[in-house]
């Protein structure tokens, strides 16, 4: 097809509003665009003005699906500011909850909205009545995340009672132990799981690029760490904006980012490509058995590296479980502020990806806010595999090409209501 | 012939539609008695041809209140979802600056390139036949209005304050725990779910119908917070109602 016309208007089964357009003409690319239309939403500029103890509650706003991870990387950002060190227990209770969330979000990646395309359907509701198995499954450990995620912070959407040095509910011994019982038993799902993308056909589609995720010595790290790349150097949160280099571009509200090449990649594949060596033994062994190594370059395989982080996060959120039970769980007074004016940047492995949350207090009062999400940070890489993608399958039907392009920007589970109201504020 | 029905959404987090999503999970039967047949989050699927619309998020921006209209002239009831779509929501904390500040501390010198406008519920731009309010929503409530509708009649949401399901949830009061709370003048139906979680009530659901805000501002200045701080308070979420009352609706 040497002339071709792609405008997907609204793709589906993403978060927020994407248009594809892409225009080749006489067989030469000239157009190719993920354009991002959804509404500035202006969250760093209505954060202004506001009590530092509210920051998380609004910015759990910007995302109903990773609104535990702002919360999260907004109350560290707090927290640094302020001087607040949270107790083990908080430490502890955060990294459950975060557990619970990305199982939740991958889950819903996994088969809602990333399964049909591969099993040839429009959506997965068809798949209730030809594969009941399949969808039961889905919803069990869908459940099962929120359940965990309304145990320890009310509920996944938005959360409660996550507040600036801890929380201001906590789970009942009884509680946490059902819940292993139902993590142990999800053991057999997670199996399934894997057993359903060993089936599934990827796209045999590779481009190298730069990965970048959060990184810690001592764990697989979702909260806290480091900025580590794939391309070599680890930076200190601090200085995540060296990290991002956010442009504005005409054709989204979204910004863009670049660190050491054009673009780059956060979210499940960039951690697993970092981090592969601190999965648990048998999240490794669910990477051995849908063949995936670091460093892994199709961005189709993102949802496999999403499954082997169901795997991780079952397994770990069982072992911290056990680590609270043995603690034993105190109603603790939520860890106070030692000043109340600074600065801070908190950080955390969502879902889709590194977030930075940075703040600037001044006597309790947020008067500078800057918000950098996963999906922004990921548009110039998919533009640029989008690129890389066209002129290799130009002799498929318009209509193959279409879906090739969607099931590519489906792949990085594209958040984008959160992504369109980033900026690079220079705090005075 | 089941009703078809069909989700929206405008500026939001999507998290009403997401749990939404958790709804139909957790009670499969609904999608028994009716069709959907348009949920862009969910499904790539679409038709134009729908009696009940669900709509989702703020309007914005000019451009976005002919997609409403356009809903409202195909579907013969319209439902708010959520606090976005019901109040103006979060998105409406921005009304009580100037936009071009807003907008010039997010884009900086391209602040004209991207659309906007201060931030209305849907009931600024069309009519709205119910609300399903929220924070997000809740799911039995949403069900309940499923059920409502088909049952032939609005979703009917409770016109009492929220300290009524509080008592009953047994919670001890939070302005007896040493803080605060907007439950005197919010209206019920979440179960009182964040006292619950030892956090006092942000008004998520809406003022109830004749609210004292006198009182509870007295009580809130009462508990030491300053009128900077309970004017914060009570724009978290209430900023296009508490305008309104004062007479100010945005251009």
Sequence with gaps: MSTLKVDVHHVTRVEGHGNIVVDVENGELTQCDLQI???????????RGRAYDEASHITSR???????????????????????????????LRKLNFHGEILDSHVLHIYMLVAPDYLGLGSVIPLAKSAPDLVLRALRMKQLAGDLCATLCGRHTHPISMTVGGFTQFPKPADLRALRERLVASRADCDATIQLLQGLEFPAFERDTEYVALHRDDEYCFIDGSIASSDGGIRPL?????????????????????????????????????????????????????????????????????????????EDAILLIDQLLEHGIRHEEPAAPTRMSGEGVGAADVPRGTLFHHYKIEDGTIVGANCIIPTGQNLANIELDMRALVPGILDRTQQEITLALEMLVRAYDPCISCSTHMLDVKFV | MKPKVAFFEFTSCEGCQLTVLDTLQRHPELLEVI??????????????????AFIEGSCTRPSDEEKIREIRTQAQIVIAVGACAHLGGINAIRNRMPLDDVREYVYGDKKDWFET?????????????????????????????VTHLLQGRMPAIPDYPLCIECKLTENVCMFLRGQTCLGPITRAGCDAICPSCGQGCEGCRGLVPSPNLGSIKEALRERGMTEEQIDARLSLFLTYQTMQMDGVTPA
């Design chain 1, 37 to 47: 239309v959804e509404t500035p939403r202006f969250f760093e500029a209505i954060l």
């Design chain 1, 62 to 92: 910007i995302c109903g699906i990773c609104a535990v991870g702002h919360a999260t990387a907004s109350l560290r950002a707090t927290e640094q500011a302020l001087g607040v060190t949270p107790s083990l227990q908080t430490t502890l």
């Design chain 1, 238 to 314: 601090a200085d995540y904006r060296e990290v991002t280099n956010e442009t504005i571009v005409p054709h989204s509200s979204a910004k863009h980012a670049r660190h050491q090449r054009e673009s780059y990649l956060v979210g499940a594949l960039a951690r697993f490509n970092i981090n592969y060596d601190r999965l648990h033994p048998r999240a490794q062994a669910a990477a051995e058995a849908l063949g995936l190594r670091p460093k892994t370059i199709n961005p189709y395989l993102n949802a496999a590296a999403q499954a082997v982080e169901v795997v991780h996060c079952t």
């Design chain 2, 35 to 52: 069709e959907i047949v348009q949920f862009r989050e969910a499904m790539t699927e679409r038709s134009d041809d729908y009696q009940i």
């Design chain 2, 117 to 145: 406008y201060p931030a209305r519920p849907l009931s600024a731009v069309i009519k709205v036949d119910a609300v399903i309010p929220g924070c997000p929503i809740d799911r039995d409530e949403f069900a309940m209005a």
